[in-house]
Structure formats: C-alpha cells, structure tokens
C-alpha cells in the first residue's frame, strides 16, 4: 500500500508539468487591428467563399481582424516601418477561432468537396493535413498569428511571386525561383516584420507569429463579428 500511496503522489507531483491545451472564449484581451492602425486594409478570405475550401467559414460573421493587445502593439510597429517606406498593410486573417479550424478538417474529410483546386493544385486534399498545411489546432487561435501582405499608400499591388493560402514551394519564403523584385519585395516585408518581434515559418512568406505570444497553450473560440 505503501508503494501505490508513494507512485500515486509521484504521479499528482508531476502531473503539473503537462500543460494541457484551454479552449477560451475569453477576448477581454482581444482588440480590431484597425483600431490601432488607422490605414490597414482588410481581404478577410474566411468571410467569403475566396478561399482553398470555397466556402465562407464557421465563425466570420463580419469581414474583421482580431489580435491579442500584445501582438497588435508589435504589428503597429511594423506598419509604422513600413509606412516610412512607403507601403500600408493588407491583413488576410489574423485571429481565427477554433470552430473554423474544425471546420477546416471537416471539409478535408468530406470526399465530395474538392472545394477550389487552384489554392492546392499538385497536392490531394488529404495532404493538407498529412503535410501541416492546415492543423487541427492552429496557432492563428491562439491570437497572436497574422497573414499579411504589403501594398503601396495608394493601394496598388505589391508584386510578392505567389498568393496566400496557395499551398506550393512557390509560397516558401526563400523559393529562388522568383524575380529579384518579388525577393526584394518579400523581403521588405520579413524585415519589418522581424524587427517588431514576430517569426515567419519555412512554408507561408505572408504568415507571421508573435515571438512573445501571451497564451502558447489557449486556442480562442469566439466569432469574429
């Protein structure tokens, strides 16, 4: 008895250590980017059927971008940068609650929606998930995530070799086969990024994360509205 009592108060003294993963509808700490950055631009994907499902998603119930406090001070930074270069932002998605996420599988699940081919176009549907291309819990829920791209104060494109959510090695950061133009203009953008305290990944030059993000472990799942 003495033996189970001792291994059972192992188990309890350790069992702090696993963090689990919190599901929170909490967004006290949640502000609109535009509330901060007055010249920002919105293409919410989501919100509409423009998108690699071809359907608009659980939980945009208004063409809106969210982001915890601490990652919109840091992005207003790089809109600051990047303003004195010339340039304004263009926000895709930012917060996105856990319910799209859900919704995200559930489609790559379904076999009889392809949704839109061209945003996956060398890929099968199965591999956006067998690949981490779409994740079944996804750091944009946790609020401090944000597809963005770059374009000119007078709103004209920025040519940057590739669109979001086009699932190719086009859309690699460092892809080669691009224009020096294209390179430089990725470029502008990663720099400012960067030096306001964000990291991108090695597969999305247009996603980018809060090195400091304030819940590593909270996935969000309230509406965007």
Do not use: C
């Amino acid at each position: 008895m003495k033996k189970f009592i001792f291994a059972l108060g192992l188990i309890i003294s350790f069992a702090p250590l696993a963090i689990a993963e919190i599901i929170s509808t909490d967004k006290s700490n949640f502000a609109e980017i535009s509330s901060v950055i007055d010249d920002v631009v919105y293409d919410i994907r989501y919100y509409s059927s423009n998108n690699f499902t071809g359907h608009k998603i659980n939980g945009y119930k208004a063409p809106r971008a969210y982001l915890t406090k601490e990652a919109l001070s840091a992005l207003a930074k790089a809109a600051e940068d990047l303003r004195a270069q010339g340039y304004r932002l263009l926000i895709w998605d930012s917060y996105r609650p856990q319910k799209a996420v859900d919704n995200f599988v559930n489609w790559i699940n379904n076999p009889n929606d392809e949704g839109d081919k061209s945003f996956y176009p060398n890929l099968e549907k199965s591999d956006l998930l067998a690949r981490d291309y779409v994740m079944a819990k996804s750091g944009h829920s946790r609020g401090s995530t944000v597809d963005l791209t770059i374009i000119k104060k007078d709103g004209s494109f920025v040519d940057m070799g590739g669109t979001f959510d086009l699932f190719a090695e086009i859309s690699h950061p460092d892809y080669a086969n691009i224009t020096d133009e294209q390179k430089h203009n990725r470029q502008i953008l990663q720099d400012a990024m960067t030096k306001a305290g964000f990291k991108g990944i090695s597969s999305e030059w247009w996603h980018f994360t809060l090195k400091e993000e304030p819940y590593q472990d909270t996935y969000f799942n309230f509406d965007i509205e």
